[in-house]
């Protein structure tokens, strides 16, 4: 049982959901467990997919106006590669401190929504939080990283293209943390085995 005398990892009855049952996070409680999923599945798609291309943007930004102003070199091609590897993984391991550090505000956020049915409201709060989480983090990083040298605010910069990244990241997690509940209810109770 939890401190609040809900049962801890079932669903609920819940009187707002009618006798159809309960949607996925609607009248359950939200466990630390629930957290770290979604952590986790944000960070795998922030390090696999989404800054590897939000990386490649700028990088193709700027490569049509080497194609319209001159020629593309082989030297080009090398940069953008590297730019796309280099990216993710510089951020690797910032990006997981965060995550770790964000567990406390995901729990909260996860606990705040539990009765609510939308799931659009529950991606795009997942994404709000990212993203504002990760310009805190990113922004405070970047001025004690500034050590004094010219204008902190040049490096805070980095800090919204990262908020934009962690935010579609949150929004791609929940949105398949919500799926897979929803397969899951819809398959029913998994049996116990026989052992």
């Given amino acids: 049982m939890s401190g609040d005398g809900e049962q801890v990892g079932r669903t609920v009855a819940d009187p ?3 006798a159809a049952g309960t ?3 609607v009248g359950r409680t939200w466990t630390l467990e629930d957290s770290i999923a979604l952590e986790a599945r944000a960070y795998g ?3 696999l997919a989404v800054l590897p291309v939000l990386s490649l943007l700028p990088t193709v930004v700027g490569l049509v106006g080497v194609l319209v102003g001159g020629d593309v070199t082989v030297s080009d091609a090398t940069s953008t590669l590297w730019w796309i590897v280099l990216v993710p993984l ?3 391991v910032p ?3 965060a995550s770790v550090l964000s567990l406390p505000v995901t729990w909260v956020v996860g606990r705040r929504l539990r009765r609510v049915r939308s799931d659009r409201a529950h991606v795009a709060w997942t994404a709000l939080t ?3 989480l990760a310009v805190a983090s990113t922004a405070v990083v970047a001025i004690l990283l500034s050590d004094g040298y010219g204008n902190p605010l040049a490096y805070v910069g980095t800090a919204l293209p990262m908020g934009l990244a962690a935010g579609v990241a949150g929004a791609l997690a929940r949105r398949g943390q919500l799926r897979g509940a929803r397969r899951r209810d819809a398959a029913g109770p998994t049996p116990e085995p026989l052992v």
Wanted: charged residues 0%.
């Fill in 95 to 97: 990006a997981f401190v």
């Fill in 16 to 18: 707002l959901a009618g």
């Fill in 130 to 132: 990212a993203a504002v």
């Fill in 90 to 92: 510089f951020s690797a």
């Fill in 23 to 25: 949607g996925p996070g």
């Fill in 45 to 47: 798609w922030l390090v």
